[in-house]
């Protein structure tokens, strides 16, 4: 039973986050953006995934506004995933997933690819600056697996 309530607190704690933001109104936190229209795609970008806890690349320059599918292939033996956020809300999913291993999430903000698989994730920069991503299986996040994008 308790862990059916840290189960249900997680998911609130997640459907929460700033980073589902509304709109353009930052009074809610680090707007990153949102789930893109696929017809609005304006270039693919692809990310590797390896098991050296890696995305090649690691950086990626967008553009304010800008629609971006990018295609994430897992090029590893391990499940690896893409998720974008800020640092805080990164490193507190990646202390969610140690605590809960075989949690299972489909936010609009992450693909989890299985080895030997590509997945993609279509996503909308919402304002300038920095996003971060990662990938918060347990451990790969504490051994590096993380990068950003720059919103020009």
């Known amino acids: 039973m308790k862990q059916l309530v840290q189960i249900a607190f997680l998911a609130m704690t997640i459907a929460s986050s700033p980073i589902f933001g509304h709109g353009d ?10 789930l893109g229209d696929p017809a609005k ?25 800008e629609t971006v599918r990018f295609l994430v292939k ?12 800020s640092v805080a809300e990164l490193k507190e999913h990646a202390e969610l997933m140690r605590r809960f291993p075989a949690m299972q999430h489909a936010d609009p903000n992450q693909v989890a690819v299985d080895p030997g698989k590509t997945g993609e994730l279509i996503w909308q920069f919402a304002k300038t600056g920095k996003v971060d991503f990662a990938c918060l299986q347990p451990g790969h996040f504490e051994a590096g697996m993380k990068g950003r994008v720059t919103v020009k």
């Open 25 to 34: 109104d930052d009074s809610h936190g680090a707007v990153i953006g949102k």
């Open 41 to 65: 795609v304006s270039r693919t970008i692809t990310v590797e995934m390896n098991d050296a806890m890696r995305f090649i690349p690691s950086t990626v320059v967008v553009k304010h506004g």
């Open 74 to 85: 897992n090029n590893g033996l391990l499940k690896h995933e893409m998720v974008l956020g």
